[in-house]
């Protein structure tokens, strides 16, 4: 018997009942029909089996066997798909011819197509082989039909990060299923993480939402992509306890990963692969929202994003180096002006602050040059509602904030509790950059700034002032007044420490005295 190929059914088939075989990937039980995606070597294909609402069509089959098709070919919103009119499983001296087939057609589908950088860089030529090991798993992810779920930083580094490699997954996921709208909501999500690593309670989330798909719809075990995230030690409780649930785990990231031994760092012996600089000598400079970038061409070559996405994200995360520089050139190119990525970047985080845990997907989208006309009233509105925001923080602080001499500079002490509007954006990290900024222009010594709340202090150092390390006080704190809880860290000049609500007064004691120490030393 002939069978048609998925890539080669069009609108010219509705209509048509076809003769079709396939691998069931997913089934999904709706209110209604029983939805599911088969992979026939050639792409994915969508079909809709109906006895009664909310009731399994076809029980007997499952997520993983051949099955014979016979089906009409519908249509539903800009895309088709087949109506099932019988299915059963392929004769056991079928399986084996149909089982190789499907395996050495995608075998050749899931290597990237595109292996070269879009810009001259040291730091991304040495990474080359990672960037191919976590395309080829991502396009494998996509073939065989597993849940792809991507995890960033929310801030604008990583958003540009996530937002890149989103565009590369969900559009090579629109080559293989032949544009199905369902397919890229079923088996893809994104979902920030506010913490700046893969903090524990999202790791619970990601593990109890995917065992109740995995119940309800065969789901099988997601492929993690933690990108802006996922280097440290921090990130290692989550981790280990998605590990120990067979997920894959691929790590796109540009922080200090901690001591690097072999090209390896403690994470790596619990994930999959690993795009990091530090791993082969480098620095955090080549920012995730770079490193997103050429990961979507590796994912899917012919994808949509624009370059002002890197360049944005360089500029947003203080990043310097000839990557930066190329971006930001092309940018330009384009039209896109320095201080124009600025505004829109911040917008990201100010948009990334209100989001939250949402996806957001469509608007996120947009945001990031999916609607360009939108994206030019946004920036051009909220660029100034952001400045007003500012001058009123810049006013709060003028009028509260105590300054102290400390001799070669000031300290500049802001309650970052009494000082915010809560739930508001500029929450307390960026108001803390904000003043910062502020008073280090006007004073006439360097400063440190020092925000406190009940149970944090948040940082920032001018370069003026030598011999200073926040992490350097974080260890000693958490060493030395351990009963308070003290932890964080952070880099060098921006930084923050938590701790328990007793641990206050004995924590910003400590890091007064530290300070005194530091003054000595000038
Ligand atoms: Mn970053």
């Given at each position: ?356 845990f949402m996806e957001a997907r469509e608007f996120i989208n947009d945001l990031f040059g999916n609607n360009m006309l939108m994206q030019k009233e946004l920036v051009k509105m909220l660029g100034e509602d952001l400045k007003k925001r ?133």
């Amino acid at each position: 018997m002939e069978f048609r190929q998925f890539e080669t059914i069009s609108t010219k088939d509705i209509g048509k009942t076809l003769d079709l075989r396939g691998k069931v990937e997913t089934i999904k039980q709706t209110a209604g029909p029983t939805l599911m995606i088969l992979n026939d070597g050639t792409g994915n294909f969508t079909f809709k089996a109906f006895i009664k609402p909310g009731v399994r069509a076809f029980p007997e089959i499952e997520a993983g066997d051949l099955v014979y098709v016979s089906a009409v070919i519908n249509e539903r919103k800009d895309t088709i798909e087949g109506e099932v009119k019988s299915m059963k499983k392929l004769a056991l001296e079928d399986i084996e011819d149909f089982q190789n087939h499907i395996h050495e057609k995608n075998a050749a589908k899931v290597l990237p197509t595109n292996t070269e950088f879009s810009i001259k860089s040291k730091v991304l030529e040495s990474q080359k082989d990672r960037f191919i090991k976590i395309a080829t798993i991502i396009r494998k992810a996509v073939v065989d039909g597993r849940p792809i779920l991507l995890r960033h930083n929310a801030d604008c580094d990583g958003y540009s990060s996530a937002v890149t490699i989103e565009r590369g997954i969900l559009e090579f996921m629109d080559e293989v299923t032949g544009g199905d709208v369902m397919a890229k909501y079923q088996n893809y999500r994104r979902a920030p993480s506010k913490a700046p690593f893969y903090e524990y309670e999202d790791a619970v989330k990601d593990l109890t939402t995917w065992l109740k798909d995995k119940v309800k719809n065969g789901a099988k075990e997601p492929l993690i992509i933690i990108t802006d995230n996922g280097s440290t030690e921090e990130d290692l409780l989550s981790i280990k306890q998605m590990k120990i649930y067979n997920c894959q785990i691929v790590v796109v990231d540009h922080h200090f990963p901690g001591k690097v031994e072999n090209n390896k760092v403690i994470v790596d012996e619990y994930i999959d692969a690993h795009i990091n600089p530090y791993l082969t000598g480098y620095d955090s400079n080549v920012c995730a929202g770079m490193l997103g970038f050429e990961l979507a061409r590796f994912i899917y070559e012919k994808n949509s994003n624009s370059v002002f996405i890197p360049a944005m994200a360089a500029i947003l995360d203080h990043t310097a180096g000839i990557e930066k520089e190329q971006y930001v050139e092309k940018a330009k190119a384009l039209g896109f002006t320095e201080e124009y990525l600025a505004t829109l970047g911040e917008i990201v985080d100010m948009q990334s602050h209100y989001i939250r845990f949402m996806e957001a997907r469509e608007f996120i989208n947009d945001l990031f040059g999916n609607n360009m006309l939108m994206q030019k009233e946004l920036v051009k509105m909220l660029g100034e509602d952001l400045k007003k925001r500012y001058k009123a923080t810049e006013a709060i602080a003028r009028h509260y904030v105590e300054k102290e001499d400390f001799g070669p500079f000031y300290v500049i002490n802001f309650d970052g509790e009494r000082g915010t509007n809560r739930g508001e954006y500029p929450a307390i990290g960026k108001s803390t950059n904000h003043i910062h900024k502020i008073f280090e222009q006007e004073l006439d010594k360097p400063i440190v700034t020092m925000t406190s709340g009940t149970t944090f202090l948040t940082i920032r150092i001018s370069d003026g002032v030598k011999n200073i390390s926040i992490p350097t006080f974080c260890s000693y704190a958490q060493k030395e007044l351990a009963y308070t809880g003290a932890e964080g860290g952070g880099h060098e000049r921006a930084g923050s420490v938590k701790f328990v609500e007793y641990g206050r007064s004995d924590v910003i004691k400590a890091f007064k005295d530290y300070l005194r120490d530091v003054a000595k030393k000038q």
